[in-house]
Structure formats: C-alpha cells, structure tokens
C-alpha cells in the first residue's frame, strides 16, 4: 500500500529559527496536504498543494510539491512558541479501480519543539 | 461554527465493556471517517462512510463497528473494550470537489482502557 515517510521525527528548536520538514513516499500522488495538530486538538489544515512543482505560503509557512510526485516540503520561518505541535503530511489513496473515496494517507507525523 | 464535534472528550473503561462514539458535523459533508492515532503511527483509518445508510472498512476495522444513519452523524462503536484500544480517536468530515479532498476533523477522544 502507499506510505509516505516523514523527516525528521521530531525537532527541538530556538525559537526565531527556520524549520524544515520532508515527506516522500514510493508511490506518485496528486495532492500534498499539510496538517498541524496542537496538543490536545485535532489536525487542522496548513496547505493544499494539487500541481507537481507548486509552491504555495501561508504567512510564515511554505510548502511545495515536489517534481517528481513522490515528495513534499514543509517550511517554517523565523518559528514562535505556538509553532509547537505535530506536523502531518497527507495524501489521497488510490485503490485498484482508481477511487480513494476520499480517504488520505498520513505519515507519522514530525513533533515540533520550539524552545522560547 | 461548529465543524466536527465529537463526544466524549475522555473516556476511561475496564476490558470488556462497551461504549459509542458520537461525531457529529454540521457541514453537510458526504464523507466521514474514524481514526485512531497512536504514539509514532500517525492516524490510521478505521471504518468510514461515503454518505447516510453506507459504512466501509479501513486499514485497522477489528474491533469496531459503526453506523451512518444519519448523513450528520458517525458512530463508532466498542462492543467489548480491549487494553490494545487505547487510543485518541479522532472523527473526520470531507466533501470532494473537483477532485479536491480536504478532512476537517474533531478536537479527539481520548480512550483508556484497563
């Protein structure tokens, strides 16, 4: 089945400092979503990235679909301690006949520590 | 602006017994969907729904039972509660358009059980 790998597993930061953050997977997908989950809350999406090459911000958040389909970055700039969280990258499955029902694929998740 | 709402917020139960989780959206969404989340696995599917009256298996359905008999509400259910379903759950809610997907989900349940 598709799985998509996230890197790092976690990441213990200044605060003021860039992040960066990876997902690749095997398999081509053709959407890249960017959830962020607070502790004690669910995931909320961050970016929805749907062409092969795009690069799409959300203030201090950037994020890309790689040009190969089997990959995508996640940015943070100049972090603050609310940047704390888990960090999902998402993707839709394809089942056999080509319908996923809407159903997504995540990866583990990178857990953000930003130190003040 | 309620989303997805889901209750309990927390749970604790003994082996053996059971209990049923409400999520409930207010979105119109066709789609919804149970997850569990453990510690260094992400969110796995468990059951979902593709409209009112229909439900389907995910990767992880043993265990679990869930009904759709309103297009607003999504149950899931534990008929007899195992130590291994200890867990957060969360409840998703979707409507793709355009071959666009985005899930909205629930703040969490979070289930012990001993």
């Known amino acids: 089945g598709q799985q998509l790998n996230q890197s790092p597993q976690s990441m213990f930061i200044q605060e003021g400092e860039d992040v960066s953050m990876n997902c690749t997977s095997s398999s081509i997908f053709n959407t890249w979503l960017w959830y962020k989950q607070d502790p004690g809350e669910g995931p909320v999406l961050l970016i929805a990235l749907y062409k092969a090459g795009e690069l799409t911000s959300n203030g201090r958040l950037t994020a890309q679909f790689g040009i190969t389909r089997k990959d995508s970055f996640l940015n943070i700039s100049a972090s603050i301690p609310s940047d704390v969280g888990i960090y999902f990258c998402a993707g839709p499955q394809r089942n056999a006949g080509g319908t996923s029902y809407g159903k997504l694929t995540f990866g583990q998740g990178t857990i953000l520590t930003v130190h003040p | 602006n309620a989303g997805v709402t889901q209750t309990p917020k927390f749970r604790v139960l003994k082996t053996g017994q059971s209990m049923t989780l409400l999520c409930a959206q207010d979105m119109n969404h066709e789609y919804m969907y149970w997850y569990r989340q453990d510690p260094g696995m992400g969110l796995r599917l468990i059951h979902y729904?593709?409209?009112?009256?229909?439900?389907a298996k995910g990767e992880v359905p043993d265990g679990y039972n869930v009904s759709r008999l309103k297009k607003q509400n999504f149950l899931l259910g534990l008929e007899s509660a195992a130590p291994s379903q200890t867990s957060v759950y969360f409840c998703?809610?979707?409507?793709?358009?355009?071959?666009?997907?985005?899930?909205?989900f629930g703040a969490g349940t979070r289930l012990s059980v001993l």
């Open positions: 998703a809610s979707s409507q793709i358009f355009a071959a666009k997907n985005i899930q909205y």
């Open positions: 729904s593709v409209g009112e009256g229909t439900t």
